[in-house]
């Protein structure tokens, strides 16, 4: 079946750059999504990205996708206390069906 | 344009009561969906919908169901509520053919 793997906790100091990192295994997949999570929030959709794409940057975050490994990863540029909070992957497959996500990476923020 | 709205925000309920959690989104998205969220599980496909009329079961249906007799409405009910239901329920839509799919805040549910 579907499988999207992240690892749980990232920390990284302010300013730095954080790198997410996200492995999926439907090669069908259409669709690839990061979407940020504070403590007792909704989820904010950050960005999305086609499989026919291999990069999009947008403002402070870049996403690159390697589809022949089945790699995402979310850059944030400039790291800053607001940006933490879990961050999900999600892919969607191309039938009619949802969002399969990963469990989340808890991105730590160091002064 | 209120994007996706869910209500309510939190609800308590006994063990083998009924419910109904709404939702609603005013963008004409074609696809709707329901998850629900378990700590350490991420989240997890409950139903989904194409379009009026249709729906389907995602990866966690039992114990739930929905109707979609609007474009803009797609409720989920729990018929007889379990303690295993207690969860975070999000509600989510985007247009058919994929792209941006936006999330309501979410109902906290409790099952005593």
């Known amino acids: 079946g579907e499988d999207v793997e992240q690892s749980l906790f990232l920390s990284v100091r302010e300013g730095d750059s954080s790198v997410i990192n996200c492995t999926y295994t439907d090669s069908s997949s259409t669709y690839l999504y990061w979407y940020k999570q504070e403590p007792g929030a909704g989820l904010q959709l950050l960005t999305y990205?086609?499989?026919?794409?291999d990069m999009k940057q947008d403002q402070r975050l870049t996403v690159l996708l390697n589809k022949k490994d089945k790699h995402l990863s979310l850059r944030i540029a400039d790291t800053q206390t607001g940006d933490s909070a879990i961050y999900f992957c999600a892919e969607r497959a191309g039938g009619a069906d949802g969002l399969t996500f990963g469990k989340g990476t808890h991105l730590i923020i160091q002064p | 344009n209120a994007g996706v709205t869910q209500t309510p925000k939190f609800q308590v309920l006994k063990t083998g009561q009924s419910m109904t959690l709404q939702c609603a989104q005013d963008?004409?998205?074609?696809?709707m969906s329901w998850y629900r969220q378990d700590p350490g599980m991420g989240l997890r496909l409950i139903h989904y919908s194409v379009g009026a009329g249709i729906t389907d079961q995602g990866e966690v249906p039992n114990g739930y169901n929905v109707s979609r007799s609007t474009t803009e409405d797609f409720p989920l009910r729990l018929l007889s509520a379990a303690p295993s239901q207690t969860s975070v329920y999000f509600c989510?839509?985007?247009?058919?053919?994929?792209?941006?799919?936006?999330f309501g805040p979410g109902t906290r549910l409790t099952v005593t």
């Open positions: 963008m004409n998205h074609e696809y």
């Open positions: 990205i086609f499989s026919n794409m």
């Open positions: 989510a839509s985007t247009l058919a053919g994929g792209g941006e799919q936006y």
